[in-house]
């Protein structure tokens, strides 16, 4: 399947569970027949980070196909340009976050979240700035895409280990790496693969949102697509946890050449060969963290209540 590359400007990417299906019954579900699915393409965006791996071995490894599933994937390279399809109705489903999702709503664009994703989001000082605290960042500047999941992983270190600190917003994603490693700034927020890369040349890393427990990546499907082709969503997700498998049981060196058609970096194989636990399947977010997600997105002025559980998600589908 056709996959589409739009690539209008670079910035950060932004953009655990009440009731996650394990591994065992994700993989015993009862298979979606190929009769079952509708004959529409579901068209899908994704960022160049690790939250799209499973969804694009999914298309390049035929899971979907087997399922008679039609997809095709947008990838975009920046987060405003993947809102911007979204308004004008060119995909279907993407990963993104819950303040997105939930500023998408308040915005008259109905769409629901259906699972979390893969994300792991790191702290990184600049390599001269002496810092090697989470603390050191108190009063110092940070480089990150203000009012996406970054920030808000960011105000929770703060708040977590009481400092505060200055946000340096640049556009471009290369031009924020140079100020980190240029020491232009004292520390930014980044996803994978580009944590690894700028670690790689001299960027400390001081914290993690996986290993603090932090998590607000999203699935969404517009809402039309949830009442008309369930039975799409159903196989998308069957598919995605074939995936998992998949990554599970292979080295990423193994698909690093379908990873570097979509746009990622050689260190990206490297940070997935690090990893030493399994890749879990498809989970719902925890509604804490939903709430607290929330809270923050009101906070910030981006909406203007808060959107409760029920109103912005809908995991059913993950346990068929």
């Given at each position: 399947?056709?996959?589409?590359?739009?690539?209008?400007?670079?910035?950060?990417?932004?953009?655990?569970?009440?009731?996650?299906?394990?591994?065992?019954?994700?993989?015993?579900s009862?298979?979606?027949?190929?009769?079952?699915?509708?004959?529409?393409?579901?068209?899908?965006?994704?960022?160049?980070?690790?939250?799209?791996i499973?969804?694009?071995?999914?298309?390049?490894?035929?899971?979907?196909e087997?399922?008679?599933?039609?997809?095709?994937?947008?990838?975009?390279?920046?987060?405003?340009?993947?809102?911007?399809?979204?308004?004008?109705?060119?995909?279907?489903?993407?990963?993104s976050?819950?303040?997105?999702?939930?500023?998408?709503?308040?915005?008259?664009?109905?769409?629901?979240?259906?699972s979390?994703?893969?994300?792991?989001?790191?702290?990184?000082?600049?390599?001269?700035?002496?810092?090697?605290?989470?603390?050191?960042?108190?009063?110092?500047?940070?480089?990150?895409?203000?009012?996406?999941?970054?920030?808000?992983?960011?105000?929770?270190?703060?708040?977590?280990?009481?400092?505060?600190?200055?946000?340096?917003?640049?556009s471009?994603?290369?031009?924020?790496?140079?100020?980190?490693?240029?020491?232009?700034?004292?520390?930014?927020?980044?996803?994978?693969?580009?944590?690894?890369?700028?670690?790689?040349?001299?960027a400390?890393?001081?914290?993690?949102?996986?290993?603090?427990?932090?998590?607000?990546g999203?699935?969404?499907?517009?809402?039309?697509?949830?009442?008309?082709?369930?039975?799409?969503?159903?196989?998308?997700?069957?598919?995605?946890?074939?995936?998992?498998?998949?990554?599970?049981?292979?080295?990423?060196?193994?698909?690093?050449?379908i990873?570097?058609?979509?746009?990622?970096?050689?260190?990206?194989?490297?940070?997935?060969?690090?990893?030493?636990?399994?890749?879990?399947?498809?989970?719902?977010?925890?509604?804490?963290?939903?709430?607290?997600?929330?809270?923050?997105?009101?906070?910030?002025?981006?909406?203007?209540?808060?959107?409760?559980y029920?109103?912005?998600?809908?995991?059913?589908?993950?346990?068929?």
């Amino acid at each position: 399947m056709k996959k589409t590359f739009i690539t209008t400007g670079l910035l950060a990417f932004s953009f655990l569970s009440l009731a996650a299906c394990s591994q065992d019954t994700a993989s015993t579900s009862e298979s979606t027949s190929a009769e079952s699915v509708t004959d529409q393409t579901l068209n899908v965006g994704i960022l160049p980070a690790e939250s799209a791996i499973p969804i694009i071995l999914a298309e390049e490894e035929g899971f979907f196909e087997d399922l008679g599933l039609t997809v095709e994937i947008q990838s975009f390279t920046s987060p405003n340009d993947r809102n911007v399809a979204v308004q004008a109705k060119e995909i279907e489903a993407t990963v993104s976050d819950v303040m997105t999702e939930a500023t998408f709503k308040q915005n008259g664009i109905d769409m629901t979240i259906t699972s979390d994703i893969l994300e792991d989001f790191k702290i990184l000082a600049s390599p001269q700035s002496g810092i090697t605290e989470m603390n050191d960042f108190d009063g110092k500047k940070v480089t990150l895409v203000p009012n996406f999941i970054l920030e808000y992983i960011m105000d929770q270190f703060a708040k977590e280990e009481s400092f505060t600190y200055e946000i340096v917003d640049i556009s471009s994603f290369s031009a924020r790496s140079e100020a980190l490693l240029n020491d232009q700034v004292d520390g930014a927020v980044y996803t994978e693969p580009q944590a690894s890369m700028l670690a790689q040349q001299g960027a400390v890393v001081l914290g993690s949102s996986k290993e603090a427990g932090i998590k607000g990546g999203t699935i969404q499907f517009m809402d039309n697509v949830l009442e008309e082709r369930p039975q799409d969503i159903e196989a998308f997700y069957q598919a995605y946890n074939q995936a998992i498998d998949y990554m599970n049981e292979h080295k990423a060196t193994e698909y690093a050449e379908i990873l570097s058609d979509y746009q990622f970096p050689e260190a990206m194989s490297t940070y997935l060969d690090s990893r030493e636990e399994d890749y879990p399947y498809a989970q719902a977010v925890p509604e804490d963290q939903f709430e607290s997600i929330i809270s923050w997105t009101k906070d910030k002025g981006q909406i203007d209540s808060e959107y409760s559980y029920d109103e912005l998600t809908d995991f059913s589908f993950l346990t068929k």
